[in-house]
């Protein structure tokens, strides 16, 4: 049968690869592999590609391709070492991530001390920051809910913050 495979037979080369599709995909499955389908094709298509230029009886052909699957084995080892696995990204578990200056902000100064700030500002400026940062708008946004332009809703957030920078700087808190 392996002459008959070596000279093209078509039907010798099934016969073979019947007799070793399964002990090679054992072999590469108690090894640890996880595609062991299409590894098993590409050993067969090695084998397949080679026998033509295979010298040896049946016992050096079955170990002939079992070396041909170990290579495959040690090759995909290789692969996986040079690039890294992919795993699934969970927000949850990344312990990268910062908290937010605005969380930041509320944990020093805590919901009371921020309410007493805002206080401190006029009513425009309170209502333009409140606006701004928790309302999350924009200067065109808060215009519009408002009545007042671009411009003045700008330079009221710039005194509000202002106003706020003077009042922490002297307590000891620095932005």
């Known amino acids: 049968?392996?002459?008959?495979?070596?000279?093209?037979?078509?039907?010798?080369?099934?016969?073979?690869?019947?007799?070793?599709?399964?002990?090679?995909?054992?072999?590469?499955?108690?090894?640890?592999?996880?595609?062991?389908?299409?590894?098993?094709?590409?050993?067969?298509?090695a084998v397949f590609t080679g026998i033509a230029g295979f010298e040896g009886d049946e016992r050096a052909f079955r170990s002939w391709v079992f070396t041909i699957a170990h290579r495959r084995v040690v090759d995909t080892w290789r692969r996986a070492g040079r690039r890294p696995t992919a795993e699934p990204y969970e927000?949850?578990?990344?312990?990268?991530?910062?908290?937010?200056?605005?969380?930041?902000?509320?944990?020093?100064?805590?919901?009371?001390?921020?309410?007493?700030?805002?206080?401190?500002?006029?009513?425009?400026?309170?209502?333009?920051?409140v606006l701004r940062i928790v309302a999350d708008l924009s200067i065109e946004e808060v215009a519009a809910v408002t009545g007042?332009?671009?411009?003045?809703?700008?330079?009221?957030?710039?005194?509000?913050?202002?106003?706020?920078?003077?009042i922490l700087a002297k307590e000891g808190v620095s932005l």
Not at 16 to 32: H, W
Not at 93 to 107: G, I, N, V
Not at 152 to 160: C, E, T
């Open 1 to 45: 049968m392996l002459a008959r495979a070596r000279e093209g037979s078509g039907e010798a080369f099934t016969a073979l690869y019947r007799e070793l599709a399964g002990p090679v995909a054992a072999y590469l499955r108690a090894k640890g592999m996880v595609d062991v389908e299409d590894l098993t094709s590409e050993v067969f298509i």
């Open 91 to 129: 927000p949850v578990d990344d312990t990268r991530s910062a908290p937010s200056a605005e969380a930041e902000a509320l944990a020093l100064v805590g919901n009371e001390r921020a309410m007493a700030l805002l206080d401190l500002l006029t009513d425009t400026q309170r209502e333009v920051l």
């Open 148 to 166: 007042r332009p671009p411009g003045a809703v700008k330079a009221l957030q710039h005194r509000a913050l202002a106003t706020l920078r003077r």
